[in-house]
């Protein structure tokens, strides 16, 4: 485990061992579950443990999206741990804004912009994902979604692990597309 994963779990652990009348009282109910989702939003890999915080975190949900981030955020300052620093304070923030939507199929939804009726995914992370998965409390080490090709070209997010054939599988369609423009160029 990175140090800085251990870092942020760490720190939100002391919410249920710190100080003396904490430690006498465990917490429970949304409190509880809201220090759980904390951690386990802090990893692209979180363990079986973390099942029901994030299953009460992602179902914090409305028709907006700024509503939607706002009340998750409001659910994570519920662990005691949220404001005792400013980095973590900023990890609540950017774990409200980030979680959920910075995996390849969220990127792929959100990032597409049409350029002369094509449709183009950004290659870019967006501001959100990048202070999400840089903090220095979380470890999305091998978790993150990698980019295959270039906008202009049909590229796109894969999870990790598909990686190298969604690769393979981009080339091949690229040589083939370039190859019929070839002959349809060298015929007309």
Not at 46 to 63: D, G, N, Q, T, V
Not at 115 to 144: I, K, S, W
């Amino acid at each position: 485990m990175e140090r800085r994963y251990f870092t942020a779990a760490a720190t939100v652990l002391a919410a249920f061992l710190g100080g003396a009348a904490q430690a006498q009282d465990e917490l429970s109910g949304d409190t509880r579950l809201a220090c759980e989702a904390v951690l386990c939003l802090s990893t692209g890999s979180p363990p079986a443990e973390c099942a029901p915080a994030l299953r009460r975190y992602f179902s914090i949900s409305h028709r907006r999206l700024a509503q939607t981030i706002r009340l998750r955020d409001s659910f994570l300052r519920l662990c005691p741990t949220a404001q005792q620093t400013p980095q973590m304070s900023a990890l609540i923030t950017a774990q409200a804004q980030g979680a959920g939507r910075c995996d390849a199929a969220a990127l792929n939804a959100a990032l597409q912009g049409a350029e002369r009726g094509a449709v183009q995914v950004d290659n870019r992370l967006p501001a959100h994902c990048m202070a999400y998965v840089t903090h220095a409390y979380t470890d999305f080490t091998g978790t993150l979604p990698r980019y295959v090709g270039v906008p202009e070209r049909g590229g796109h997010w894969v999870a990790p692990l598909e990686y190298a054939h969604a690769q393979r599988v981009y080339d091949a369609r690229i040589l083939a597309e370039d190859a019929a423009r070839a002959s349809d160029g060298g015929g007309s």
